[in-house]
């Protein structure tokens, strides 16, 4: 699909986003064939006839859709609480199979006790499960902590290293968290291929792999190295808000003209927008302390009235 822009700017369900309209819709407009109520995906052209996707279209089309998402989300940002690069590598760890959330409130009392990698390493076993319980699958995680620990104490004179084949080597990092950790502590870039990521770019056929690491390779391949972190925030932006494993909210998705696989999911825009989580359902994000140009409600400590039960549902593995 080449890039086709258009004339006049449309509100959708975002209120910090603007897109531009197809002329298809113009063109239905004009001539009366536009219902009273349009869906985001009704206004694109019926083909006789699917031709295969040249590499040009696809690669415009995948450039594109992050334009669009960048408009959508410009405050788009790692949803982990962090302040250093140990604090960032320790949340993504702690992250796998778990919401950001949970282990935002659960990391302000880890790193009170253990601030740095030293620390961390001379912990007790059972106390560092304790702490980090909320987070699930603790006693892994745990034996995880306490080794890239002391790999960092012992091998890396007590700092994260700067290198994806350093990171890789420590307990429990692999090349997910490692990217993560250059993209968002280093500027680095990297692209993090996590459950919402594989999701969408397979949805908007960008790729038909299913291994991470051959994702990352085909979806590189499409962008400037430059683009890779911010284009990583702005899927898992997406995916976490609106196209969603279970029920995509399509009827309130702004590059629904873009997408393939509109119509998977709801496409009235009013049942859609009910879909919505976080900020753009008028819901709490993730971090405790978001950066200062995000439009949302922070989130709550944890056992706060306002945490997890009271935020918008989310996908057990976030």
Known sequence: MGEQGSAEPTKTAN??????????????????????????????PRKAAARPESRLALVRRARRINRELAEVYPYAHPELDFGNPFQLLVATVLSA????????????ALFAAYPTPEDMAAAAPEALEQLIRPTGFFRAKAKSLL?????????????????????????????????????????VPGLTVDTHFGRLVR??????????????????ALFPKSEWTMLSHRIIFHGRRVCHARKPACGACPIAPLCP???????DPDKAKKLLKYEL????????????DYPGRPAAPLGAADSLGAAAPVEAAE
């Open 281 to 292: 359902g008028g819901q709490p994000g993730q971090r405790l302390r978001p950066p200062a």
């Open 15 to 44: 209120p910090h986003k603007t897109i531009k309209r197809s002329k298809a819709a113009d063109a239905a407009e004009a001539t009366g064939t536009a219902g009273s109520r349009k869906t985001p995906g009704a206004d694109r």
């Open 203 to 220: 949805r908007w056929k960008w790729t038909g792999q299913e291994d991470p690491e051959k994702v990352e390779a085909e979806i590189a």
């Open 97 to 108: 199979q778990t919401t950001d959330l949970r282990v935002n409130q659960t990391t302000p």
């Open 147 to 187: 080794g890239l620990s002391a790999a960092l104490r012992d091998r890396f004179g007590g700092e994260v290293p700067g290198r994806l084949e350093d990171l890789v080597t420590l307990p429990g990092v692999g090349r997910k968290t490692a990217n993560v950790v250059l993209g968002n502590a280093f500027g």
């Open 261 to 267: 696989a509109y119509g998977e999911g709801e496409t």
